[in-house]
Structure formats: C-alpha cells, structure tokens
T-cell receptor, first 112, second 114 residues
C-alpha cells in the first residue's frame, strides 16, 4: 500500500514569507500528526488532527497552524517565516493514535 | 509534560556485536513506548514498540525491555549488521481518547563497523 506522501520534498523561502506543506496519509488512516525536526531541538510535536479536528497541540507559536480535510489529507502553514523555522517537517499518520505511526519522508524547509 | 532522555548519543560497534540504547521517561502515566530508526534522507521508521503492560518484547534480532518502576526502557540489537547503521529514537506516549503525541528522545547515532 502507498505510504505517507509529503509534498514538496524541498522548499526554500525568504524570511517573512509564508509556506504551506501538504501531507497525504495512508488510506484509511484518520489521524495525522506533524513534527518538526532540527539538529538542536530534535523531534518536536506540532499538532495532531483527527477527523478534521485538532485534538492535540504542541508548544509552538500561533504562526504554525494546520488543518485536515474530509479525505484526511492535511496541510500545515507557517506564516511570517523566521530563520529558526528551517527544519525537516514530518507528517505521520495512524488509524487513531500514536500506536502504529507511519512517517513520511518529510519536507525540508530552508528559510533564507 | 513528558521528558525523555536517551543515551548514548553515539554508539560504535563491530559487526556481529550487540548494541544497547537506553531511555528514561518522566511521566508515570505514559503507556506506549515505540522505537524508530531513521536513515539519511528518510522519515523515522517504527522498528518495535512496547506497552506498559508488557515487560519485554522481541522481534528477530531486536528486543525492547521496559521497567515501569524505574521508568526506563531499552533497545537491544543483537548480531549487528552494517545496514543497522542509522539514528535510533525512543519515544513515549500517554495514549488517551483525547489525542496522542509522541515525546522523542534526542537520538542515538549507531555505527556498525566491518
């Protein structure tokens, strides 16, 4: 079966711009979570969506937002980009919880 | 919130030797403990997991042990092979109906030398 698909794979943006990342979960998976991975902070939880509702949120500023569509596909948006937002953004999907998370390959965002 | 500590940060072993990575967690309510392997350019891949009602789980060359009292869990890889070289992450989660999130350790770079 197809895995978790994240697009685009690489992205370069200028400070102050905004960016939207996309995630298509495994078919049948209703939970989609987003994580930020940096060398300094490691893997940090951003938010989780289940059936189009955000049901868990990490400690990130309001510039980070997300949504989930009726087909379970999810997008995350970062507004007013800062240099520190440069990271690998990972999406993971599961049937309903942290159990059995499958990660995508991520979107590498570079802010210049 | 939950805090997960992972040691060592780097580990170098000879092919065929065993490797052990240890993690401790702070939230006694955590009940799900997965281990992920991340290769260069890829997302983390689940290799084994354990729940708090089990003390040990094994899958071929990989095993995980959990000590709830001490709040620590370990990954054991036996008969290591060059393809085991990667970054390994432990994680902890308190599963509930109100949503779930994984708190990750800082990772262990494992290098298996020929």
């Amino acid at each position: 079966k197809a895995g978790v698909t994240q697009t685009p794979r690489y992205l370069i943006k200028t400070r102050g711009q905004q960016v939207t990342l996309s995630c298509s979960p495994i078919s049948g998976h209703r939970s989609v979570s987003w994580y930020q991975q940096t060398p300094g902070q490691g893997l940090q939880f951003l938010f989780e969506y289940f059936s189009e509702t955000q049901r868990n949120k990490g400690n990130f500023p309001g510039r980070f937002s997300g949504r989930q569509f009726s087909n379970s596909r999810s997008e995350m948006n970062v507004s007013t980009l800062e240099l520190g937002d440069s990271a690998l953004y990972l999406c993971a999907s599961s049937l309903g919880g942290a159990d059995g998370y499958t990660f995508g390959s991520g979107t590498r965002l570079t802010v210049v | 919130g939950e805090n997960v500590e992972q040691h060592p940060s780097t580990l170098s072993v000879q092919e065929g030797d065993s490797a052990v990575i240890k993690c401790t967690y702070s939230d006694s309510a955590s009940n799900y403990f997965p281990w992920y392997k991340q290769e260069l350019g890829k997302g983390p891949q689940l290799i084994i997991d354990i729940r708090s009602n089990v003390g040990e789980k094994k899958d071929q060359r990989i095993a995980v042990t959990l000590n709830k009292t001490a709040k620590h869990f370990s990954l054991h890889i036996t008969e290591t092979q060059p393809e085991d070289s990667a970054v390994y992450f432990c994680a902890a989660s308190r599963e509930s109906g109100g949503g779930n999130k994984l708190t990750f350790g800082t990772g262990t770079q494992l290098k298996v030398e020929l």
